[in-house]
């Protein structure tokens, strides 16, 4: 944490160092809720030392890094203010009221298509979003109408910032009442339950990209999100059943998305072992293990089999609150040293992702 302090504490820093605002906001999200889950007024001190306004603005001038890295960022960020709250506090209220024009700018103003080739030009992630959710023709190949990270950090971070409000008592605004409801509807119309075990996002909506050209299906097979990118729908179903933990229905729904959510990453992306007591961890949601990101032009095969794991380290697993979530960490943590062998990554930050996979 004291490395991103110094990062974030000027714009020749973090010059740098650009890759840390999207790094930072994966790698410290968890952090985050511990600080406030345990009182840990130590680490609550550094993270208020970290999180600042003069932290966004540097952020927001830089031009080396990309406008998703900034969307994940604005989203970490809004999780601390909510964790820490804004009544009361003039820095952490100009940090929301920035962050909240950055969100209704991408919500309502900012051009939203994703790719070149989509059938109609957006501004505003609302205007995608609700094309989607019509079900109109939006190009030619599959993914032209899926929702990706773009989307689904703003509304994450307009849940969010939503609940800053309701905490602070000031009077909500409309278009994060509006975030709220369109991200409920797009987890209503546009998920898919299976069998009541598991639950896919948009169901073969990636078939055609190229970073799942190399994925092999069994029959009646989908292609499906990669389980790394899919961890952070843990976060944003704990935001939105705090939501709406007063509409019985709607919160159930979400509690029954959450229940099966578990069950997938237990049994589709964590394999156990028994006989050894080691995992083995499968690259997509459904449990298929083919390659991620290959690229077929280039002849590169991409994240290998069992390779696309370091997300299980990162934590975000952990806001799915479960008892069998619980029990697959207390498992890696017994045997957290062969892990750090498999990955260059985790090892270079071994004491970092141990604390991570240790944290209750």
């Known amino acids: 944490m004291d490395f991103y302090t ?3 504490s000027s714009e020749s820093q973090l010059a740098k160092w650009y890759s840390a605002v999207y790094d930072s906001s994966a790698l410290l999200y968890i952090p985050i809720q511990y600080a406030y889950d345990t009182q840990n007024q ?3 001190n550094k993270l208020q030392k970290l999180f600042t306004y003069n932290t966004l603005l540097i952020v927001k001038k ?3 890094a990309d406008d998703l890295a900034k969307r994940t960022f604005y989203f970490t960020v809004s999780e601390y203010l909510r964790r820490n709250g804004i009544k009361g506090n003039a820095e952490n209220t100009k940090m929301y009221n920035f962050i909240k024009r950055e969100v209704l700018y991408y919500w309502n103003n900012n051009p939203a298509n994703i790719w070149e080739s989509e059938s109609n030009k957006f501004y505003g992630v609302r205007q995608r979003i609700d094309y989607i959710l019509s079900g109109d023709f939006n190009g030619n190949l599959s993914y032209y109408r899926a929702i990706t990270d773009f989307e689904l950090y703003v509304m ?4 969010s910032l939503l609940l800053i409000e309701k905490d602070a008592k000031q009077t909500v605004t409309p278009d994060l009442v509006s975030i709220k409801d369109r991200f409920y509807q797009v987890l209503k119309k546009e998920v898919r339950i299976k069998d009541n075990k598991a639950w896919y996002l948009q169901p073969n909506i990636w078939r055609d990209h190229p970073d799942f050209k190399d994925v092999a299906l069994e029959k009646s097979q989908n292609v499906n999100w990669d389980a790394s990118h899919f961890s952070r729908m843990s976060a944003y179903l704990h935001l939105l059943k705090l939501n709406f933990q007063d509409d019985k229905p709607k919160y159930s729904y979400l509690e029954k998305l959450t229940t099966l959510l ?4 237990i049994t589709n992306i964590a394999s156990y072992d028994s006989s050894n007591s080691i995992y083995i961890f499968n690259n997509y949601i459904d449990g298929n293990n083919s390659n991620f990101r290959s690229d077929i032009k280039d002849g590169k095969k991409g994240i290998q089999p069992s390779k696309n794991f370091e997300h299980i380290f990162v934590g975000w697993w952990k806001m799915l609150n479960t008892n069998e979530v619980d029990i697959m960490y207390e498992r890696i943590a ?6 750090s062998e ?3 990554y985790i090892a270079h930050d071994k004491g970092f992702f141990q604390e991570i996979v240790n944290l209750k």
């Open 62 to 64: 830089n031009s080396q």
């Open 42 to 44: 130590e680490l609550i």
């Open 342 to 344: 498999q990955s260059a």
């Open 334 to 339: 017994k045997q957290f040293p062969y892990y």
């Open 6 to 8: 110094d990062v974030f």
């Open 262 to 265: 578990s069950n997938q990453l």
């Open 156 to 159: 994450g971070t307009g849940v």
